[in-house]
């Protein structure tokens, strides 16, 4: 088999590329950038120091001094299995899920300032690795250079089962109303990913598309390795 040096995995939210992503990342024993952490990292770090306040989110020079900062105390480990996020030598990962990081982080993401501050970020762990990156712009804006390219899809309502599937396993999520919340939440995550100014989600020039709706995780995967072979 040919070694690839980038794989990105792009799609909707709830489309598989996370579970695909490790998955292949596993196979192949390269290390896992996950993009979507990173957003939460964001997220949370502003939900904590105060500064998700609308406000100070709209005055990009704090805001970029703000990660400029911060980011001297987080440290990145990438391996097969997921992107390990440490702060001040504290594992961060639960705290990404919280709910209040769920319903922000897509109005974070979408703020161009901290998208070309990641951006520049994931580029920099990329250099002189092969990896698999897995994201909603890996293959369009992050790594248009990459050597394959993967475009997940699925149908709304088998994506909205999925996270629902995914909550109820959480006690924190519990609640009648979890059903409609997932429902709008992927609905706006939809909307916010594909209409952003900067980067929105769209299939990459030159990308595979799968649609997951009615296939197995391994079924997938399956397709994939034969694409990359």
Request: net charge positive.
């Amino acid at each position: 088999m040919k070694k690839f040096k980038i794989i990105t995995i792009d799609g909707p939210a709830s489309s598989g590329k996370t579970t695909l992503a490790k998955m292949i990342a596993q196979k192949l024993n390269i290390p896992l950038l996950e993009s979507g952490a990173l957003y939460r990292l964001v997220t949370y770090l502003l939900i904590k120091s105060g500064k998700i306040v609308k406000a100070n989110i709209e005055n990009k020079e704090i805001l970029i001094k703000f990660l400029k900062e911060i980011f001297k105390e987080i440290k990145i480990e990438l391996t097969p299995v997921g992107t390990n996020i440490y702060w001040n030598g504290k594992l961060i990962k639960e705290e990404l899920k919280e709910k209040e990081v769920e319903s922000t982080v897509s109005q974070v993401s979408a703020i161009k300032e901290v998208r070309e501050f990641l951006t520049e970020l994931m580029r920099g762990l990329a250099k002189d690795k092969s990896l698999v990156s897995e994201g909603r712009d890996m293959g369009s804006f992050v790594f248009p250079y990459a050597d394959i390219k993967i475009f997940l899809t699925a149908d709304e309502k088998i994506r909205v089962q999925r996270r629902f599937k995914e909550k109820l396993e959480r006690e924190n999520y519990k609640g009648k109303d979890l059903y409609e919340d997932v429902l709008n939440n992927i609905k706006l995550r939809d909307e916010l990913d594909s209409q952003r100014e900067v980067a929105p989600l769209i299939i990459p020039e030159g990308a595979y598309v799968i649609d997951t709706s009615y296939l197995t995780p391994e079924e997938v995967s399956n397709e994939i390795l034969k694409i990359i072979k």
